[in-house]
């Protein structure tokens, strides 16, 4: 498909970085952008499915929040258990003080951005694919135009360029722009550093607490966590459009995968993924006998990948090259699933950067001398933001990897033991209940 030769905002990337990017921009006023994305199709894999409070909040700001609330899980608590008890759990329902969405949206990544991309569609805007960017240079008649060159020959002159293309950023790299770890890839324990997830059926179904919608379940071992999300059936279109249908109810599960086990294979079968479930999942969705008195087995296995849990963070997110260039989401910075804080942060980095950009175009427009200053605000906070994240997040990792080795042979205790111990007194009292709700929500994270 053939791209226009011009254009005020060009955004790469449609994901939901790069969809609601279009949305805000839609939103205030600006209607003169394209936005491209280098696949074929959109998303068809699960990934994320936590969609926090100041994230529904951020999206409800620019009229683009009802499609996902009419389709999501409204979560209710986040559990934590070891195999055999629970240790702790803290109830969502402390927020209603503080959001008018008191809870996480459980949601597959690819239902958020099916629900984005028809918002987006209802506005008249379509994104132009598959249309992959190779090069950019400064235009030679206008110092502030970028010239964006395609893979397909085609090329672009663009005002303003929005970065939204994965952490692998074809703009972040054509723009020189560093891409590591903030303070040291080390920080965190090996036992956390790689991840497999997968969303898989069972036979029998599973049965208890654990499996019922609307609660996050982890589940602590010697040298793991693991996460199970009921995601009952409401998902189960999207979820196998393209393997076989299903009308049992599906359930995400993810596990970090120690270091001594190998490296995950890059989609794990379902083999794979059984081994991992009856290792260390909880005991209700198990096949092991000894563990659960009703054994259950994966019956399809819908999709699964591996990850690993590292920091990265962008130099800087504005540039200019001709052209301003921000770089939002993954592109801007990637960092644990831990808190399910990374696709909230690329929704709000871009609801956010997008009202910005409006606001320069119209200076812009009064005064063509005006300076960047509104938009380096805007990515210097982003991108504090973004820091402050990945150092929660790494607090986060840090918790869960503590072993259950004794510390020392003259200490009968681990510091996992003590820390469970201490969930377990700590967990029974409200306000930490509620400081837990509160730092998952991203309410003091906007």
């Known amino acids: 498909m053939s791209l226009p030769e011009n254009t005020t905002v060009l955004i790469v990337g449609a994901g939901p970085a ?8 839609a939103y205030h006023g600006c209607r003169d952008f394209v936005i491209v994305d280098a696949t074929v199709e959109g998303q068809n894999a699960s990934r994320a499915y936590s969609i926090n409070s100041a994230t529904v909040e951020a999206l409800a700001s620019i009229d683009a929040a009802d499609g996902l609330l009419s389709q999501a899980i409204k979560a209710k608590s986040i559990r934590i ?8 759990e803290a109830k ?13 949206l ?12 028809q918002k987006l569609k209802s506005l ?3 994104v132009q694919r598959p249309h992959r960017v190779v090069g950019m240079k400064q235009s030679e008649k206008d110092s502030q135009i970028t010239d964006v060159s395609f893979e397909d020959g ?13 952490a692998r950023s074809s703009i972040r790299t054509i723009a020189g722009i560093g891409f590591c770890d903030p303070e040291s890839p080390n920080l965190v324990s090996d036992v956390l550093s790689q991840m497999v997830a997968a969303d898989v059926t069972f036979e029998p179904e599973p049965t208890g607490p654990l499996t019922l919608e609307g609660h996050l379940n982890g589940t602590i071992s010697s040298d793991s966590f693991f996460m199970l999300i009921p995601f009952g059936n409401r998902f189960n279109v999207e979820l196998t459009r393209d393997g076989e249908p299903t009308t049992k109810s599906v359930f995400r599960v993810s596990c970090a995968i120690p270091v001594k086990k190998g490296e995950p294979p890059h989609a794990p079968p379902k083999e794979y993924i059984q081994d991992m479930i009856d290792t260390y999942g909880p005991a209700c969705i198990t096949s092991d006998s000894s563990l ?10 819908i999709w699964s990948t591996r990850f690993r849990t590292h920091s990265a963070i962008a130099d800087r997110t504005f540039t200019r090259l001709g052209a301003a260039i921000f770089l939002v989401g993954d592109a801007a910075h990637v960092h644990s699933p831990a808190g399910g804080q990374g696709m909230n942060l690329a929704i709000r980095d871009a609801i956010f950067l997008a009202e910005a950009v409006t606001k320069h175009i119209q200076a812009f427009a009064e005064n063509p001398d005006v300076d960047d200053t509104i938009l380096q605000e805007i990515a210097e906070a982003r991108h504090a933001r973004a820091l402050e994240t990945i150092n929660f997040t790494k607090k986060l990792l840090k918790l869960a990897s503590l072993g259950y080795d004794r510390y020392a042979w003259w200490m009968p205790f681990s510091w996992a033991s003590i820390r469970d111990l201490t969930l377990r007194i700590l967990g029974r009292f409200h306000f930490v209940q509620s400081s837990v709700a509160w730092g998952m929500s991203g309410l003091g994270r906007r």
């Open 18 to 25: 790069g969809l609601t990017a279009a949305l805000s921009l």
């Open 81 to 88: 258990a070891s195999r055999g008890s629970q240790i702790f």
């Open 92 to 104: 969502f329902d402390p927020l209603t003080k503080y959001s008018a969405y008191p809870y996480p």
């Open 106 to 117: 459980v949601t597959p990544q690819n239902v958020t951005e099916l629900a984005l991309g």
């Open 124 to 126: 008249g805007v379509k």
């Open 154 to 166: 085609q090329m672009i002159r663009a005002r303003y360029i929005i970065g939204a293309d994965g």
């Open 292 to 301: 659960n008195r009703a054994p259950v087995k994966i019956d399809q296995l």
